[in-house]
């Protein structure tokens, strides 16, 4: 007897970034940029606040997460009724899913986009509905406001987007906003909104607080360095946010998460200041690869793209020969993080060597042609 499942075979399976390898010898450290990972590891007084935690796992977390919640609350001036918590914002925008859509219903996104779009909105049941993006790397608007539907559901706006980098300004949103139908949920994705100095952004919250269908999704994942604790969270209108509770997973965040969050905002000022030195970074790795002739689209978050269409495989090999482990889309293009001073100044190596590679490429192909 063969046991009955749903039918998944159109799930697009998750493929997490390639982990380093554990034997690599000291001479030549590989670097994972591979997940967009922040490179500190986490604060004392972050690591204190776990320990502090730890013998009392035995009990379940708080799933109101109040003291999180309280300090949420100041920092967005919103109610405890518009907080929750997923365990990490990929929980978050799979409940706005499930929220949301079932079978028949469409979720429309810009793609190339966050990985786990297209997957979540299978495993809801729902119909994925994939925008292209400008040639620009941008979401396409008016091609996202062509795609709607009388079954469209929930819109995911990604700002910056992941892999692209590119940014979303405040009108380009609003334009999009005040023409989305009232009664679709668009959810704001801002995993990276530490890392976005565009001085024009859209900022989800000001756009959640003019219009009623807005969900801001954020995580600790990322500016925060907590990506192995799992925690995030949703900003949301009342009506929805009563929603995303229902279809949460119980006991989602682990008090663990809990208490490395809250001291984490705590501890903003000194997270703030690895962040800024990311940036710098990432502006100072851009500034050195476009001195090296290349035109990579500018980044509002802790990573690069490379858009290489069919070179992108054999580009991710020269990475690799600098001991970077970088995140490849076949025939699309490479998403590589900013991370270590050292891992940055091999990124920009590898970028030199590939760029003379590709350059010699072409000469073959036109010396062949002629
Ligand atoms: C990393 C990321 C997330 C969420 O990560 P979690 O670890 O689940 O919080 C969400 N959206 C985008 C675009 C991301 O890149």
């Not at 967005?76 to 978050?92: A, T, Y």
């Not at 992941?162 to 994705?189: C, Q, R, Y």
């Not at 900003?235 to 509770?245: D, F, S």
């Amino acid at each position: 007897m063969t046991i009955r499942l749903r039918n998944l075979s159109a799930t697009p399976a998750y493929k997490p970034g390639k982990a380093a390898p554990t034997d690599a010898p000291d001479a030549h450290t590989v670097f994972k940029l591979s997940s967009n990972e922040n490179p500190y590891p986490p604060l004392p007084s972050v690591v204190r606040a776990l320990e502090e935690q730890l013998d009392s796992v035995n009990r379940y977390p708080e799933t109101a997460a109040s003291a999180l919640t309280r300090l949420l609350c100041e920092r967005f001036d919103v109610e405890p009724e518009n907080v929750v918590f997923g365990s990490g914002s990929v929980e978050i925008i799979s409940q706005l899913m499930r929220a949301t859509a079932g079978a028949g219903d469409e979720i429309v996104f810009a793609w190339r986009s966050f990985e786990a779009y297209p997957m979540l909105a299978v495993a809801a049941g729902a119909t994925p509905v994939a925008v292209p993006l400008t040639p620009t790397h941008e979401h396409d608007f008016a091609a996202m406001l062509a795609a709607i539907t009388p079954r469209t559901r929930l819109i995911l706006v990604c700002n910056p987007n992941n892999p692209t980098g590119t940014t979303i300004s405040a009108d380009a949103l609003e334009d999009f906003l005040a023409k989305v139908p009232a009664e679709i949920v668009v959810v704001v994705d801002e995993a990276y909104l530490q890392f976005n100095r565009r001085p024009d952004t859209a900022i989800g919250v000001d756009a959640m607080r003019r219009h009623d269908n807005v969900v801001v999704a954020h995580t600790f994942s990322k500016a925060y360095g907590l990506a192995g604790l799992r925690v995030g969270y949703a900003l949301a209108p009342e009506t929805v946010a009563t929603a995303l509770r229902q279809v949460a997973l119980p006991f989602g965040v682990t008090s663990l998460a809990q208490a490395a969050a809250v001291a984490s905002l705590h501890a903003e000022t000194e997270l703030d200041i690895r962040v800024d030195e990311l940036v710098a970074e990432r502006d100072r790795v851009g500034a050195a690869l476009a001195e090296q002739g290349w035109e990579l689209p500018a980044s509002g978050g802790n990573f690069l793209w490379f858009p290489l269409g069919d070179d992108t495989t054999t580009a991710a090999d020269v990475f690799e020969e600098h001991g970077l482990l970088v995140r490849p889309f076949a025939g699309d293009g490479l998403r590589v993080t900013i991370a270590e001073r050292e891992a940055n100044d091999r990124i920009i190596a590898a970028g030199a060597a590939l760029r003379s590679s590709l350059l010699q490429q072409t000469a073959v192909a036109e010396l062949e042609l002629s």
